[in-house]
């Protein structure tokens, strides 16, 4: 994939392979999507959705000279299929993303479609007419399959970005109500599960999750109706273990309330 030369212009540059292959430029279908996220981080969350090198992008350094602003000469961008250029667009959400998928929908329909009424034989005409019908099903199957799967990656993602941008301790009772429900049933249900304990008035872990970094203990002091001072101990969870707790309640379906699906 050494040579581009360009195909199309219109929303988004297309660029024909010296295979004979349409594809996109990572960093500029970046910019017409409007993402403010620098563009490496942004793609590197884009692969997790489970696009491979090789297989749905092949990596492209440019050439000295061609680069402006900061990060020096030979920056890394990315060669992207139409498959995965199409899904990228999906994702965002957007209207500009909706039109630019549409675009390259239809220029890869233009691209790869041969008419049927254009052919004379009337016994020809009538197999491609078949091939045709035949492969229209097999591609909104596709579609289909492909917008699932994302739905499916969506949510999952969505929850993980709001914990790992945020780095406090949490009660059970914040995590709790991220899934419409109260610490008493939560710490019921990492009861049940075999997580936590109770002794006392706290909740501690069972010896196999204490070093996992699930939880952090703090002693609070207070001022009692006698005039003395007192201390109490509580447990918090971590991120780390807010994750943990998000994995278990999934595995029993039940899920954040803003991955619900709404009716």
Known sequence: MNELQIFNSDLIPVYTTDTGEKVVIGRELHDKLGINKDYSNWFKQMCGYGFEERKDFDVLLAQKGEQTGSGGHNKKDHILRFDMAKHICMIQRTETGKAIRQKLIDLEKAINHKDSYMIEDPIERAKVWIREQEARKQLEMKNAIQSQQIQELQPKASYYDVVLNCKDLLSISKIAKDFGK??????????????????????????????????????????????????????????????????????????????????
């Open 182 to 263: 109260s610490a008493r049933w939560l710490n019921g249900f990492l009861h049940d599960a075999g997580v936590q304990y109770r002794q006392g008035d706290i909740w501690l872990l069972y010896a196999k999750y204490q070093d996992q970094g699930y939880t952090s203990t703090k002693t609070q002091t207070f001022g009692g109706s006698d005039g003395e001072a007192h201390s109490r101990v509580h447990t918090y969870w971590t991120q780390k273990g807010r994750l943990f707790i998000y994995d278990l309640l999934k595995k029993e379906g039940v899920l954040p309330v803003m991955e619900r699906t709404k009716a």
